[in-house]
C-alpha cells in the first residue's frame, strides 16, 4: 500500500511538473484606453439649404422615455420639443428651433444616414397638422405623419447658418 501511496504521488507530481510547463514567464501586454470618449456631440451641416442640425448622442435614459411616453433629454411630446430646441445652447450657438416637416424629410431624403447619432423613429418637426395633432417624420421612409401632440417622439434640432460669420 505504502508503495502504491509513493508511485501515485509521483504520477501525479509529475503531471504537475509537465501541464504547467508551456507557460509564459511574462504577462501580454495590455491594450491602453484612450481617455477620448467614444461618442462625440457634433452638427451636421447642410451646406445646399444653410442648415446645422444637431448630431449629439442618445441616451437609454431618452430611449426609455421614449418607449414609456415621457419627456426627457431629446425625447419628448410636441410642446416639451418646441421648448427644448428653444432653449438648448449647444456647439456654440443659442439660436436653434424645432424644423419644419419639410426641412427633415429634406435631410432625410439624402443617400445614406448623414447623422452620426439617430434612431429610426418619429422626429418632431415644428409643423402643426389637424387639431391635436402635429406632424413628425419616421426618417426610415421620410415620410409626414400626424401624431397626437401628447405622444412622445424624438427631437432633433436646427438653425440657420444664412447670417453666421464666414
Partial sequence: MK????????????????AGGNVAPTLPKVVEISAKPCKTNKVYLEKDVDLMWQDQSY???????????????KVGNASYAARY???????GHGDWRLPTSDELQHV??????VFAYF????????????????????????YRYEKP??????????????????
Fill in 119 to 142: 434612431r429610426d423613429s418619429d422626429f418632431w418637426s415644428s409643423t402643426p397638422a389637424s387639431r391635436g395633432k402635429q406632424y413628425s417624420i419616421y426618417v426610415v421612409d421620410a
Fill in 85 to 91: 430646441c428653444r432653449n438648448l445652447n449647444y456647439a
Fill in 149 to 166: 401632440v401628447r405622444q412622445s417622439n424624438y427631437i432633433r434640432c436646427v438653425r440657420c447658418t444664412k447670417n453666421d460669420k464666414k
Fill in 59 to 73: 441616451t437609454d435614459a431618452e430611449d426609455g422615455a421614449y418607449k414609456r411616453e415621457q419627456s426627457f433629454g
Fill in 108 to 113: 432625410h431624403r439624402k443617400d445614406g444616414q
Fill in 3 to 18: 508503495t502504491m501511496f509513493i508511485v501515485c504521488a509521483s504520477l501525479l507530481s509529475t503531471l504537475l511538473a509537465v
